[in-house]
């Protein structure tokens, strides 16, 4: 093959391989076109007749030129109207109307007699319109033909008239002009597509990767908010429940509703701001120190500090967060929420790791003499009874009886209750160590699904049949908890409300109430005692702390630990009527649970 032939094959190989507009691009393109095309129609119109208006020697135009003219008129406005109402095949429509322009232009090119300037740049302008909206072959073939109707044009009229060299080559410098304005277009336009496939491309993957980022944050654990201009712009899903503020974007269909209900001056607010709006306010009531700590926060650097959620607040499983204040490069700002029962639970561990360790080491060593201690005491218990019946059996043969040995038998008996004494206080401390190798023993929790519903009276009936206490529920929620964890919970605090209660009426008494706050569940056990005392608040939760003689002070330590482990709270609520000890617990789905299993 001829080199030349090799080139022609390289130049159509890369027309058929060119890319397109896109389809909304064509359309947008199309309308142009198709607007331009009618101002050109009828501006041509108007300057023929304006010119012969104005010179009084120019004869009316010819036959061919108003017929020409006034169907290129008529041909505009009804492609014009055929591309916006018709949206199918639009590049088929875009090629006859281009196919038309040609033919009108070599038609007027004609009845002029000779190539002027202006039906050149017409030319120009429909030869680059066909390779920026029609595919490469086809743009071709409407260059091609408009080089061929000039040229046959130009041969015509020499053959009719008189043969000029000149005009023919004009006619032959207009064809050359077309191809090369034809291939410059060409290129423009596969480089117009190639950046608008770029950038679409482009624009997908910072979608994606919004996508991404917004799930991300929404499943993080940890509250993320961003504050730009005094103005809160992102806050998750973890934000909402670490405050306590309702998640109205939770419930898409009646967010609109819900938040009408709650700010009446946002009601008719459209778009998709209003939950932040709505969490601002919110925020700004219930967390003010919040919000102005982190607005106060200094700029430039990262600080942090930990927020006491408010006494409003306290229905929550949370009550302290960690807030980290990052400084961003556009002079906004990045707040992340801890929850911090996280490391709560992880000192605990630590904690009873440590403990474990201890008892441990002194345990078999503690037991071991207590275990002496106890026996001895037994024994002389029952030497003393033993001695006490043989000197009181009314069948005895001794009836001599000094009051030495009566004397003996008084002491004999007041050692009697000294001996109690010390095997009840061995019992005592058999149960505290007992009670804190339980506690230093416990391992990592067999977290469980548990259906509140049937749970708790199953328990309540195998622990407490014969007991007076009474179980109140309002919901059926479902937490994830280890059942033996809630069992020694629940036992500690109902034994707490049947022993307190009989103190202050006839018969022991204790109410459990279950209920749903937010996103927790919430465990009340009540009795009508008389409650806990202002000074011994604070020391509640301590080991070893108790006001009964009787306990060992480890019931409300190991329940609160166990709380812990859990991810749960244990508290003391001093403002209810009644006394009252609430666990609170993170509800969760039975059906995300199954679905995550």
Same mark, same amino acid.
């Given at each position: 093959?001829?080199?030349?032939?090799?080139t022609m094959t390289t130049i159509v190989g890369s027309l058929h391989q060119a890319d397109t507009l896109p389809a909304s691009q064509l359309r947008r393109l199309g309308v142009i076109?198709?607007?331009?095309?009618?101002?050109?129609?009828?501006?041509?119109?108007?300057?023929?007749?304006?010119?012969?208006?104005?010179?009084?020697?120019?004869?009316?135009?010819?036959?061919?030129?108003?017929?020409?003219?006034?169907?290129?008129?008529?041909? =505009?406005?009804?492609?014009?109207?055929?591309?916006?109402?018709?949206?199918?095949?639009?590049?088929?429509?875009?090629?006859?109307?281009?196919?038309?322009?040609?033919?009108?232009?070599?038609?007027?090119?004609?009845?002029?007699?000779?190539?002027?300037?202006?039906?050149?740049?017409?030319?120009?302008?429909?030869?680059?319109?066909?390779?920026?909206?029609?595919?490469?072959?086809?743009?071709?073939?409407?260059?091609?033909?408009?080089?061929?109707?000039?040229?046959?044009?130009?041969?015509?009229?020499?053959?009719?008239?008189?043969?000029?060299?000149?005009?023919?080559?004009?006619?032959?410098?207009?064809?050359?002009?077309?191809?090369?304005?034809?291939?410059?277009?060409? =290129?423009?336009?596969?480089?117009?597509?190639?950046?608008?496939?770029?950038?679409?491309?482009?624009?997908?993957?910072?979608?994606?990767?919004?996508?991404?980022?917004?799930?991300?944050?929404?499943?993080?654990?940890?509250?993320?908010?961003?504050?730009?201009?005094?103005?809160?712009?992102?806050?998750?899903?973890?934000?909402?429940?670490?405050?306590?503020?309702?998640?109205?974007?939770?419930?898409?269909?009646?967010?609109?509703?819900?938040?009408?209900?709650?700010?009446?001056?946002?009601?008719?607010?459209?778009?998709?701001?209003?939950?932040?709006?709505?969490?601002?306010?919110?925020?700004?009531?219930?967390?003010?120190?919040?919000?102005?700590?982190?607005?106060?926060?200094?700029?430039?650097?990262?600080?942090?500090?930990?927020?006491?959620?408010?006494?409003?607040?306290?229905?929550?499983?949370?009550?302290?967060?960690?807030?980290?204040?990052?400084?961003?490069?556009?002079?906004?700002?990045?707040?992340?929420?801890?929850?911090?029962?996280?490391?709560?639970?992880?000192?605990?561990?630590?904690?009873?790791?440590?403990?474990?360790?201890?008892?441990?080491?002194?345990? %078999?060593?503690?037991?071991?003499?207590?275990?002496?201690?106890?026996?001895?005491?037994?024994?002389?218990?029952?030497?003393?009874?033993?001695?006490?019946?043989?000197?009181?059996?009314?069948?005895?043969?001794?009836?001599?009886?000094?009051?030495?040995?009566?004397?003996?038998?008084?002491?004999?008996?007041?050692?009697?209750?000294?001996?109690?004494?010390?095997?009840?206080?061995?019992?005592?401390?058999?149960?505290?160590?007992?009670?804190?190798?339980?506690?230093?023993?416990?391992?990592?929790?067999?977290?469980?699904?548990?259906?509140?519903?049937?749970?708790?009276?199953?328990?309540?009936?195998?622990?407490?049949?014969? %007991?007076?206490?009474?179980?109140?529920?309002?919901?059926?929620?479902?937490?994830?908890?280890?059942?033996? %964890?809630?069992?020694?919970?629940?036992?500690?605090?109902?034994?707490?409300?049947?022993?307190?209660? =009989?103190?202050?009426?006839?018969?022991?008494?204790?109410?459990?109430?279950?209920?749903?706050?937010?996103?927790?569940?919430?465990?009340?056990?009540?009795?009508?005692?008389?409650?806990?005392?202002?000074?011994?608040?604070?020391?509640?939760?301590?080991?070893?702390?108790?006001?009964?003689?009787?306990?060992?002070?480890?019931?409300?330590?190991?329940?609160?630990?166990?709380?812990?482990?859990?991810?749960?709270?244990?508290?003391?609520?001093?403002?209810?009527?009644?006394?009252?000890?609430?666990?609170?617990?993170?509800?969760? =789905?039975?059906?995300?649970?199954?679905?995550?299993?």
């Open positions: 093959m001829t080199p030349v032939s090799n076109y198709n607007s331009y095309r009618l101002i050109i129609s009828v501006f041509l119109l108007l300057m023929v007749y304006a010119a012969v208006k104005t010179d009084e020697s120019l004869l009316l135009p010819s036959l061919l030129q108003q017929t020409a003219l006034i169907f290129y008129l008529i041909l =505009s406005l009804i492609l014009f109207g055929l591309f916006l109402v018709a949206l199918r095949r639009p590049r088929r429509q875009l090629a006859f109307g281009l196919g038309i322009d040609v033919i009108i232009l070599s038609l007027l090119l004609y009845t002029s007699g000779a190539p002027d300037l202006q039906l050149t740049m017409l030319y120009m302008v429909v030869v680059a319109a066909s390779f920026m909206l029609l595919p490469s072959s086809q743009a071709l073939i409407i260059t091609l033909l408009a080089i061929i109707f000039v040229i046959y044009q130009q041969f015509f009229y020499a053959i009719a008239n008189s043969m000029s060299l000149t005009n023919l080559g004009d006619a032959l410098l207009m064809s050359a002009s077309f191809l090369a304005v034809g291939f410059l277009s060409w =290129s423009i336009s596969q480089r117009l597509v190639y950046v608008e496939k770029f950038a679409a491309r482009q624009a997908e993957e910072v979608e994606r990767l919004n996508t991404i980022n917004q799930e991300v944050i929404s499943q993080m654990l940890n509250g993320v908010m961003v504050i730009d201009r005094q103005r809160i712009v992102l806050a998750n899903h973890a934000a909402y429940q670490l405050l306590g503020i309702p998640d109205l974007e939770a419930s898409a269909t009646d967010s609109q509703e819900k938040l009408s209900s709650f700010i009446p001056q946002y009601q008719n607010l459209v778009g998709k701001d209003y939950p932040l709006i709505y969490f601002q306010q919110q925020l700004a009531e219930q967390h003010s120190q919040l919000l102005a700590d982190c607005l106060s926060a200094a700029t430039g650097r990262t600080s942090d500090f930990v927020y006491e959620l408010p006494a409003a607040a306290n229905a929550s499983v949370v009550n302290r967060l960690r807030v980290q204040v990052t400084p961003l490069k556009d002079h906004s700002q990045l707040i992340l929420l801890e929850d911090l029962r996280r490391e709560q639970a992880n000192v605990q561990q630590l904690k009873l790791a440590s403990l474990g360790q201890l008892t441990a080491s002194i345990a %078999h060593e503690i037991r071991n003499p207590l275990a002496a201690i106890s026996q001895a005491s037994q024994l002389l218990i029952e030497d003393v009874v033993d001695d006490t019946q043989a000197t009181d059996d009314p069948g005895s043969t001794n009836t001599n009886v000094t009051s030495t040995q009566q004397q003996t038998a008084v002491d004999m008996t007041g050692n009697h209750e000294l001996y109690k004494i010390i095997f009840a206080q061995t019992k005592r401390v058999n149960r505290i160590i007992e009670d804190i190798l339980k506690l230093s023993r416990q391992q990592k929790p067999n977290q469980q699904t548990i259906e509140l519903s049937t749970w708790m009276p199953e328990f309540l009936h195998n622990y407490y049949s014969e %007991h007076n206490v009474v179980l109140r529920s309002d919901s059926e929620p479902a937490v994830k908890f280890d059942t033996h %964890h809630l069992e020694q919970i629940l036992i500690n605090l109902i034994n707490n409300a049947l022993r307190y209660s =009989s103190h202050t009426q006839t018969h022991s008494y204790a109410e459990v109430e279950i209920y749903c706050v937010q996103n927790d569940v919430i465990i009340d056990v009540l009795d009508n005692g008389v409650g806990v005392g202002a000074d011994d608040i604070q020391h509640l939760f301590n080991p070893f702390f108790t006001t009964d003689k009787a306990g060992t002070g480890l019931g409300l330590y190991l329940s609160q630990a166990f709380s812990e482990v859990n991810h749960a709270r244990l508290l003391y609520v001093p403002e209810h009527e009644k006394t009252c000890f609430r666990l609170i617990i993170p509800v969760v =789905s039975i059906e995300t649970d199954v679905e995550n299993e």
